[in-house]
């Protein structure tokens, strides 16, 4: 799986029937990073702040920062 941008985060901790949809689309696209947050339902704001806010505040960051193409010299 590419890990270069947490474009998708998704929560919960039943991962095994969940596991193979996420990778299979996190693969399909052309930057992604998955980041699990364990023990969480639904309400990471609430569940956990502080590591969702460090993760979109990252995801902003690299948003922002051209990114790195085959095409590019």
């Known amino acids: 799986m590419r890990t270069e941008h947490p474009d998708w985060l998704p929560s919960g901790q039943r991962w095994g029937p969940k596991l193979d949809a996420v990778n299979r689309a996190a693969a399909a696209l052309c930057r992604s990073e998955v980041r699990w947050y364990e023990g969480c339902d639904r309400d990471l704001h609430a ?7 460090a993760d979109l505040l990252a995801l902003r960051e690299r948003a922002q920062a051209p990114a790195a193409t085959a ?3």
């Open 71 to 73: 095409d590019r010299p």
């Open 47 to 53: 569940q956990h702040p502080k590591s969702l806010a």
